[in-house]
């Protein structure tokens, strides 16, 4: 039967609901019809949410295997908690999400099914949407029973009306006001959590970079960085302001109108690039430590046309993707760089790396970091960089060599060596699978570089021009600018944030 827009507000969330919603067509709808089916459509959600996390519930307290030992873990906690991540992974393989989403969802899901089982009835029901019932469940984390269910009532019946950020506001009042000797606890913990996350990519080139701290430090950093960068702002009006006395001797208005000098950049910019300048003179230090034998430094893939000018097909930053050519050879040719040879096959996988100038365990190490560029873990986007060198078939069974060794971050390698996953790497097509002790597949495709697709004719030209050799390569050094006419620096880009607990310290020894 036939369901008006005023007749689903009477509908229980719930298999009719959803039924009811599919059989209308929105195009024929109103606006304020559209509006109403809207909030019907969300009630749905928070509904399938609540039911979602009765799944995961049970899913994180399902039966571990027995610990039996493993010399990855010295203790049977440190086994549940191994046993917690590939379960973590394991729904990321399965449902598309990342490591870092599973994680969550299963810690929420946890505490609205259990102590918090108000919240998540809450949000069964429709009356909170599926933000602030885990907003509520992160607040409280931590807290004694009691506290936590009392800061939860003092909020819940305030919640439907009260958006995420309003919410989050009376969240710490009231954590702050009922558990003061608690929250110091937690304040204590959570300064242990301090950290600089990885830059996440935005459009236009750009990232962003988290810093999560001590209010107090964080305080300080910006502090400190809106300093220099007033200096540096107050310097650049000067400069622009000599520029225009330069052009305009003994008079900086003509026919009584300021003359503009050139354009100088707001206080954000120069903020920005304060910062950047302090790590441009961190990484000039040639006592900074290595990993996998190689000092921090930025990567950046560029086609050899595009390098030596030929074409502009992109380049692409190392975890961040593609670049503009312009950019991939200002980093190409800044005074610092170091430039090695990558030979990739049709696909774009990496077959050779050049190594000509470093022993071969170095230069496996080489290719290998720019063969896999992260960890090849379902789900895992740690660096390669910050990975172990990971033997598939162990040594000495197994050879040291690019067909048997990949890049593996401390938790998968763990996982791997524990028969918690079992992997198995294609030596030919470069992709591994990953198998959970359910049995369930995960692909990990391998990771490719960027091609160029030339002609015959621009073949020609960049044997040419790799036949003028030095001479070539000094001439576009000099045409090339740095945006900042200094070193340009970095670290690696990541889509996903990765587990601190993964990276592995330098130079482990292979498995």
Same mark, same amino acid.
């Given at each position: ?5 005023s ?10 609901l ?39 519930a ?32 394991? +729904? &990321?393989?399965?449902? *598309?999400?990342?490591?870092? !989403?599973? @994680?969550? =969802?299963?810690?929420?899901? #946890?505490?609205?099914? $259990?102590?918090?089982?108000d ?66 606890g937690?304040?204590?913990?959570a ?33 400190a ?7 540096? +702002? &107050?310097?650049?009006? *000067?400069?622009?302001?000599? !520029?225009? @006395?330069? =052009?305009?001797?003994?008079? #900086?208005?003509?026919? $009584? ?43 950046v893939?560029?086609p ?41 096959d ?6 050779e ?11 496996l ?10 960890c ?21 069974? $197994? ?28 030596p ?16 990990r ?35 090339s ?13 990541n ?17």
């Amino acid at each position: 039967m036939f369901t008006t827009v005023s007749e689903l507000a009477g509908i229980p969330a719930g298999v009719g609901l959803l039924a009811a919603l599919l059989a209308l067509d929105a195009s024929v709808l109103s606006e304020g019809e559209q509006l109403s089916v809207a909030r019907d459509w969300e009630r749905q959600d928070r509904f399938v949410s609540a039911r979602r996390n009765l799944l995961y519930a049970a899913f994180d307290s399902s039966q571990a295997p027995p610990w039996q030992g493993q010399p990855v873990v010295s203790s049977a906690q440190g086994w549940l908690d191994l046993v917690a991540k590939a379960r973590t992974r394991s +729904l &990321a393989g399965s449902t *598309g999400i990342s490591n870092t !989403a599973a @994680a969550q =969802r299963i810690g929420a899901a #946890s505490m609205l099914t $259990g102590w918090l089982a108000d919240t998540g009835a809450a949000l069964e029901q429709g009356l909170i949407s599926e933000a602030c019932a885990r907003l509520i469940a992160r607040s409280v984390s931590g807290l004694d029973h009691d506290t936590a269910l009392a800061v939860q009532y003092a909020v819940l019946d305030l919640a439907p009306d009260l958006t995420p950020a309003k919410l989050d506001r009376l969240l710490r009042r009231e954590v702050a006001q009922r558990a003061a000797l608690d929250e110091q606890g937690r304040n204590r913990r959570a300064r242990r959590q301090r950290r600089v996350g990885y830059p996440r990519p935005l459009t236009g080139g750009m990232a962003s970079l988290e810093v999560v701290g001590p209010a107090e430090d964080v305080a300080v950093l910006h502090t400190a960085i809106s300093a220099l960068g007033d200096a540096a +702002l &107050a310097a650049a009006k *000067g400069a622009a302001h000599d !520029a225009s @006395a330069a =052009r305009n001797p003994g008079n #900086s208005r003509v026919n $009584g109108v300021e003359v503009d000098g050139p354009e100088v950049e707001g206080i954000d910019a120069h903020r920005f690039d304060a910062l950047v300048n302090l790590a441009c003179g961190v990484l000039a230090d040639d006592d900074l430590p290595s990993r996998h034998g190689r000092r921090p430094s930025i990567q950046v893939v560029v086609p050899i046309a595009t390098l030596l000018g030929l074409d502009e097909a992109p380049g692409e930053l190392d975890g961040y993707g593609p670049i503009d050519a312009d950019t991939a050879r200002a980093i190409a040719f800044d005074g610092t760089a170091t430039w090695r040879r990558l030979l990739v096959d049709p696909q774009g996988r990496v077959l050779e790396y050049g190594t000509e100038t470093y022993r071969p365990p170095q230069a496996l190490k080489d290719l290998i970091i720019a063969r896999d560029r992260s960890c090849t873990g379902p789900g895992c986007s740690t660096p390669a960089r910050m990975c172990q060198i990971d033997h598939e078939t162990p040594f000495p069974r $197994g050879s040291t060599g690019q067909r048997n060794n990949d890049a593996k971050c401390v938790t998968e390698h763990a996982l791997k060596t524990a028969r918690l996953f079992d992997a198995a790497r294609d030596p030919d097509t470069g992709a591994t699978v990953w198998t959970d002790r359910h049995g369930a597949n995960y692909t990990r495709l391998p990771e490719t570089v960027p091609l160029a697709v030339l002609s015959d004719d621009r073949l020609a030209d960049i044997a040419r021009a790799l036949r003028q050799g030095r001479h070539r390569v000094a001439d576009l050094r000099r045409r090339s600018t740095n945006r900042r006419g200094g070193r340009i620096a970095g670290r690696m880009l990541n889509a996903e944030e990765f587990d601190p607990d993964d990276i592995a310290p330098d130079d482990p020894p292979p498995f």
